[in-house]
């Protein structure tokens, strides 16, 4: 079964600077990867700009202006903060990125084609409804949910986040709303700072956490005990994964040790939840990943299990 594989060039004219780990490679790396002949059966289709109502499902029309408004000179970057830059292709990048994840909803929801991955950047899950931060400049996973809901009427949809950092923005923008569901692995105490177990909104959140150093092994069986049943019992009319590839064991930004087959263990046990509520529709979005040969076969991993699960 073939996979919608959505991206943009736009997505590599943004540039956060030299010795930024989220680098334009980090995208060419994956696109090389899903280049290869076992993928020749992907449908590949340009990512499309989100428009200004699609952002407004999550950000408020002073976030959005905020950030279309920043138009660095060439060779000019603009701090939001230490981490997250701006460069003149930025805001372009931006609006493919969080248009991927609304075109990729839209295909899936049409029928025809059940998955779809964005190969995209910037990442979108910490930036906050008001607050771009971690790399991320408008949330790209919660605005796909929202318009899932909003556009194609599906009651319930869930975001999966297995990227090695909490998703602070995408629990934000879910957090008072429980036909939402976010649900996420990672390592604690790591950046962003939040996800905490305790932390579970109105019943809606799910937070696991990882000591630096978990193995496979580790998450694996933390997928398994807390957070797959999470999926299950929600019942999801869409699965939306956050598919940041930094808890590799060859990640410079973290310290777990998850490997390309544990990815790909992940993504089927997804898809097979999907496949019981949800006629298998799973959109699934780039987010972190800093070992570009790691990025690289995980997320052909990814992509991999997302085609023959
Ligand atoms: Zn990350």
Redesign the pocket.
């Known amino acids: 079964m073939s996979v919608l594989l959505l991206t943009h060039r736009a997505c590599l004219a943004h540039d956060p600077g030299p010795y930024h780990p989220e680098c334009p490679d980090r995208l060419r790396a994956v696109l090389a990867a899903l280049d290869a002949e076992e993928f020749a059966d992907l449908v590949r289709d340009e990512a499309p700009r989100a428009t200004r109502e699609q952002l407004m499902l999550i950000h408020p029309a002073r976030h959005i202006d905020a950030i279309l408004g920043i138009t660095p000179e060439p060779d000019e970057r603009v701090a939001l903060d230490a981490d997250t830059l701006m460069s003149p292709g930025s805001a372009e990048a931006a609006l493919r990125a969080a248009g991927a994840g609304v075109a990729a909803v839209d295909a899936v929801l049409a029928g025809g084609i059940r998955r779809a991955f964005c190969a995209v950047r910037p990442?979108g899950?910490h930036c906050e409804p008001s607050q771009p931060m971690?790399f991320c400049l408008f949330s790209n996973a919660a605005i796909a949910a929202r318009h899932a809901q909003v556009a194609h009427g599906v009651a319930r949809v869930a975001v999966v986040d297995f990227?090695?950092?909490h998703g602070n923005g995408t629990q934000a923008c879910f957090e008072a709303d429980p036909s939402l569901l976010y649900i996420s692995s990672h390592q604690w105490p790591l950046y962003p700072g939040t996800g905490a177990v305790s932390e579970t909104g109105v019943g809606n959140i799910v937070n696991g956490t990882l000591p630096g150093g978990a193995n496979g092994a580790a998450f694996r069986a933390l997928w398994e005990r807390d957070l797959l049943p999470a999926l299950d019992a929600f019942a999801p009319g869409l699965v939306i994964v956050s598919a940041?590839f930094?808890a590799h064991a060859r990640d410079p930004?973290?310290q777990l040790r998850v490997l390309e087959e544990d990815f790909a263990w992940l993504t089927t046990e997804i898809c097979v939840i999907a496949e019981r509520h949800c006629q298998g529709h799973v959109v699934s979005l780039l987010?972190?990943?800093y070992d570009l040969d790691a990025l690289a076969t995980s997320a052909a991993a990814h992509v991999r299990a997302l085609r023959d699960a």
């Open positions: 990442p899950h971690g990227d090695v950092h940041g930094d930004l973290a987010e972190g990943g």
